[in-house]
């Protein structure tokens, strides 16, 4: 009798064993799951920034119509300091404003994204730079993606851009924007039209 049982307990135990292994693949341990790094920490809409220099004078003014700050996470998931983390710019509109030249260079794109507590913006989606000249008329650059620094009064990009101006047309693959300078650098594959007065 005993034998008999200790024989259907191990049929049992075969069967339920048999049963688990089909019908249940192999188990694993859950895994953690990462941060909600997608998510903003703070959204903001019809924002207006400026930024001053150490003796009063308006360095910039940012306007966007909504803004999204976003943390970074180290290793261990744990957030970086908030000047470590980026906000992205819907609809960004800039004006860098310079000592060496009274007229400001404008700025506008679709999309933008600010770093570095604001030291770099890099701008994106149907990017336009003008800037009026003195004798009349103005600049205006075309580019899909540019990087600006505002606090050294640069801009680059490594795109193609046009370039408009009462002298004439120019495209070249990249180009640069030294604002102290009041240069403005082409890359490289110019190609340029002047119109002579």
Request: no cysteine; net charge neutral; glycine share 6%.
């Amino acid at each position: 009798m005993a034998r008999r049982l200790l024989t259907l307990a191990l049929v049992a135990v075969l069967v339920i064993a048999a049963v688990l292994l089909v019908d249940n693949p192999t188990l694993e341990e859950p895994q953690q799951q990462a941060p909600q790094q997608n998510t903003p920490g703070a959204i903001i809409t019809a924002a207006t920034t400026r930024q001053y220099d150490a003796n009063g004078q308006l360095q910039y003014v940012l306007q966007v119509d909504r803004a999204e700050q976003y943390f970074r996470f180290n290793q261990q998931d744990k957030p970086l300091a908030t000047s470590r983390g980026y906000t992205d710019l819907s609809s960004p509109r800039l004006v860098l404003h310079s000592d060496s030249n009274p007229q400001p260079w404008h700025f506008s794109a679709d999309h933008g994204r600010t770093e570095n507590n604001g030291n770099l913006i890099t701008l994106w989606g149907n990017v336009v730079a003008e800037q009026a000249l003195a004798g009349g008329g103005q600049y205006r650059i075309e580019t899909s993606r540019l990087r600006v620094e505002p606090l050294l009064q640069q801009a680059t990009s490594q795109q193609p851009v046009t370039i408009r101006s009462p002298q004439g047309l120019g495209n070249s693959t990249g180009m640069s924007i030294d604002m102290p300078q009041q240069t403005v650098t082409l890359n490289s594959q110019v190609k340029a039209t002047y119109e002579a007065k």
